[in-house]
């Protein structure tokens, strides 16, 4: 069975950090992608990052350029959003996705990944 928990999140004031984790299980990590999505309230899902967890190529979103970074720790099935500069616009609940096919991180698109976490809720206060 597929798994992916999300922890990390919270409440932030702007300009502050967080750092988000999903934990895998119940696949092959190596050859996925990994993405971190997310989901602000009256608004559709977006794609914030992705990752290939073989090679490490990323894709970031034009918004969070320069401000979040997404990581794996391969031997932990582990994947990792750090996020800076948080700004109020940045609240949503946020997603973990992973699919098989390791290319899905190039456009980090929502229909291409299979596997879906919970959620984790990231509030940021002005």
């Known amino acids: 069975e597929v798994q992916l928990v999300e922890s990390g999140g919270g409440l932030v004031q702007a300009g502050g950090s967080l750092r988000l984790s999903c934990a895998a299980s119940?696949?092959?990590?190596?050859?996925?992608?990994i993405g971190w999505f997310r989901q602000a309230p009256g608004k559709e899902r977006e794609g914030v990052s992705c990752?290939?967890?073989?090679?490490?190529?990323?894709y970031l979103s034009d918004s969070v350029k320069g401000r979040f970074t997404i990581a794996s720790d391969n031997a932990k099935n582990t994947v990792f959003l750090q996020m800076n500069s948080l700004k109020p616009e940045d609240t949503a609940v946020y997603y973990c996705?992973?699919?098989?096919?390791?290319?899905?991180?190039?456009?980090?698109?929502?229909?291409?990944?299979?596997?879906w976490g919970q959620g984790t809720q990231v509030t940021v206060s002005s």
């Open positions: 990752m290939s967890v073989r090679d490490g190529s990323t």
């Open positions: 996705a992973a699919t098989r096919w390791g290319p899905a991180y190039e456009f980090c698109r929502i229909d291409e990944y299979d596997y």
């Open positions: 119940g696949f092959t990590f190596d050859g996925s992608a």
